[in-house]
């Protein structure tokens, strides 16, 4: 049982959503989007969706506090509460922004709670599918009532991977797109939650991310790993929300297949 009431958490997220997103959702106004930099986009969406989680979260659990997305852009130093004593919610407003201010429906908001470094609570809203994921850690992944079980091993040639390398270095980048080419199907679908919800739900096999920013990965690595999956870095080591900094998770949907996908990416590493 965690601090925090997993069902008022999905609330939370589906309320905001039909309030913020849904309404905006190919009828973006003019200055509703800006360029934060790096080809990172925002927009009046983002915004909204974080001011009001924000308040609804720190809401549901006395003494936390929050790390949204856009309040660490402005301030950088906001991340440092991760590391901190106190409950944190993770929060990311609109995953996949990109995606939605050029109308396509691969979007989503997540939320997660974390304790002493590790996250024990969270969710990943895909608004345009009407679903919710959510996992508690060691009580198994949901959605929709029914418990998520990432798919089964299957050879690298069948495998269903979504290999992202927009945010790789451009002198690495063409090895890493070679790699990709040996996976059965690849596609990048520049939106981490619902990479994590395929992954989960058999959908996906194998995925390569190359930023690992809290709001991105700290609700999709426990939901991963609630329904069977894998996630790592090439040396092996597990995703942390509290280390900053590190480049290149591979998440999978079991440990044969996160070697699979390790070894034809980092085969260095093997």
């Known amino acids: 049982m965690t601090l ?6 999905v609330a939370a997220l589906e309320a905001v959503a039909a309030e913020e997103i849904t309404p905006r959702f190919r009828n973006l106004q003019a ?11 925002v927009t009046r969406a983002d915004e909204e969706s974080e001011r009001k ?8 659990l006395p003494g936390s506090v929050v790390v949204g ?4 852009h402005a301030d950088p130093a906001v991340i440092g509460r991760i590391a901190g004593d106190a409950p944190v919610w993770i929060i990311d ?13 691969l979007f989503a908001v997540m939320a997660a709670l974390v304790v002493k470094g590790e996250s024990v609570l969270g969710a990943i ?12 850690a060691g009580s198994g992944a949901f959605m929709s009532g029914a418990r998520l079980k990432a798919a089964a091993p299957r050879p690298l040639a069948q495998m269903r991977a979504s ?8 002198d690495i980048k063409p090895r890493f797109k070679a790699a990709a080419k040996a996976f059965g199907s690849n596609e990048e679908i520049y939106c981490a939650g619902r990479v994590y ?14 930023r690992t920013k809290p709001w991105d990965h700290a609700m999709g690595t426990l939901i991963l790993r609630e329904a069977g999956g894998v996630d790592g870095f090439a040396d092996g080591s597990a995703y942390k929300p509290t280390e900053q900094g590190r480049y290149g998770l591979i998440a999978a949907s079991g440990r044969e297949t996160w070697r699979l996908t390790r070894d034809q990416l980092f085969p260095e590493n093997r």
């Open 69 to 72: 997305e856009e309040a660490a």
């Open 163 to 170: 290999i992202h390398t927009n945010y790789l270095p451009e």
């Open 53 to 60: 989680l924000t308040r609804i979260l720190a809401g549901l």
């Open 125 to 136: 809203h895909m608004p345009t599918r009407g679903q919710t994921a959510v996992a508690e």
């Open 31 to 41: 200055g509703e989007v800006s360029d934060k930099g790096g080809g990172d986009f």
């Open 197 to 210: 919800v395929g992954l989960a739900e058999g959908a996906l096999d194998g995925a390569l991310f190359w």
């Open 4 to 9: 925090a009431d997993p069902e008022k958490l």
């Open 93 to 105: 407003p609109l995953d996949g922004t990109n995606n939605f201010a050029q109308g396509n429906e």
